[in-house]
Structure formats: C-alpha cells, structure tokens
C-alpha cells in the first residue's frame, strides 16, 4: 500500500542553523515520483521538486538539498543556514506511475525559525 | 494575477446553510482539483476534474457537489455541511492529470461550520 510517513510533526530551530525534514514512504511500484511542497502561513502549497524514481541523483538548489534514497525509501529535505522566511508546514508527497492522479501526501512538518 | 485564486478566504455558515467556494486558475491547465485539509490529517483529495469532466469522486459525500462550468473555473457547493467538515479547502491546478504533474494550489478557504 502507499503511505508517506513525516515522523516530524514540529521543529524549531535558530534561524542559520541547518535543519533536515525527514520523508518515508512505502510503494510496491518501481517507477513512482516523489515531491516536496512548502505551505507558508498564507495557505498555499507551493511546489519545491519532483523526482522519479530512477533518479537517485541528489538535488541542490541554492540553501535547498534533497537526499533520495530508495534502499531506505526515505527522501530527505535539508535546509542549510534556515531563516526567518522558511518558516512553513513541508508536505512529502507520493504517486505511482500505476496509479491515477492521487498524489498521497505526508502529514507534513511544520518547522519554525527563530530570529 | 496570482495562478490559482480562491474566495472566499473565509467563511462561516450554519449546518443548514448553503454557499459556495470558488476557484479560478489563470495557468491553461486542463486538470483542477478539490483537496480538503484537516489538522494533523494528511491532504485528502475530494474531486478531480480534467477537461471540465469528473474523473473522480474520492468517497465524498454528496453534501458536497463539485461544478466545472469550463476549464478555468471550479465550484465547490455545500448544503447541510457537518461541524467535522471545518476544514481548509484547497483548490488546485495542473497542466494534465498524469502521475507526474506538478499541482499548482491556491491558498484554501478556511471554512467553519457551527
């Protein structure tokens, strides 16, 4: 069955420390794509990145880095020297090629950053 | 414009009232969808619309009737809604309904039902 798991329900941190969300999801599927959105206090998801699941590259972009590993399912989201403005709910999310259009969502973490 | 925008941003009403919830994306995609997010629940889609058709009713009670009057527009109507459907209702977008594709949301509307 698909499950995304985001164990972390809340994490504060001072703002320019690094802080790691942590995704685990579950899939019968070999081919799956997996996503990252950011939901800031004005309430909509923005998109952060999509990958597929033979692409086990890890992504940088700017303070942003994501670490993909499928011997442990796990898709990991590091923000390098936080700030005031990454304060947000991180949704993982989850769809199977096989599937339909149902993405299967984590139940987010929120992370706060202290000035 | 922001691409998909939502009213109200708020909204009240009795269990016995009616009212709606709109959407509108100003991105061209052909795919829009009705999420409802509870506290501490994961996201959890309602309908599915792609090309102004109906692709899916995940379970929803027929409390709430989705419309799809054309590709850029969608409705959301409540009728005799529940105190347990308090809830942020998010709209969303994307270019078409493959496994793949990127949602594009916009920002929900806060609903509370007394």
């Known amino acids: 069955a698909q499950k995304v798991t985001q164990a972390q329900t809340e994490i504060s941190v001072v703002e320019k420390e690094d802080v790691t969300l942590d995704c685990v999801y579950e899939?019968?599927?070999?081919?799956?794509?997996l996503f990252w959105y950011k939901q800031p206090p004005s309430g909509e998801l923005v998109f952060l990145i999509r990958?597929?699941?033979?692409?086990?590259q890890n992504e940088i972009s700017g303070r942003y880095s994501w670490n993909f590993q499928k011997s442990t399912s796990s898709f990991n989201f590091t923000i390098t020297a936080s700030q005031v403005v990454d304060s947000a709910v991180y949704f993982c999310a989850l769809s199977e090629a096989s599937g339909t259009y149902k993405y299967i969502f984590g139940t987010g973490t929120r992370l706060k950053v202290l000035a | 414009e922001t691409g998909v925008t939502q009213t109200p941003r708020h909204l009240v009403m009795g269990m016995t009232n009616k009212k709606s919830l709109k959407c509108e994306q100003h991105l061209g995609h052909n795919a829009m969808y009705w999420y409802k997010q509870s506290a501490k629940k994961p996201l959890e889609l309602m309908f599915v619309?792609?090309?102004?058709?109906?692709?899916e009713n995940n379970s929803v009670p027929s409390r709430f009737s989705p419309e799809c009057p054309n590709s850029s527009h969608l409705f959301l109507h409540l009728h005799t809604l529940q105190p347990e459907d308090s809830a942020l209702y998010l709209c969303?977008?994307?270019?078409?309904?493959?496994?793949?594709?990127?949602?594009?949301f916009g920002s929900g509307t806060q609903l509370s039902v007394l």
């Open positions: 969303a977008s994307s270019q078409d309904t493959g496994t793949n594709e990127k949602l594009f």
């Open positions: 990958r597929n699941s033979f692409d086990e």
């Open positions: 899939t019968r599927d070999t081919t799956y794509y």
């Open positions: 619309y792609s090309l102004e058709e109906r692709v």
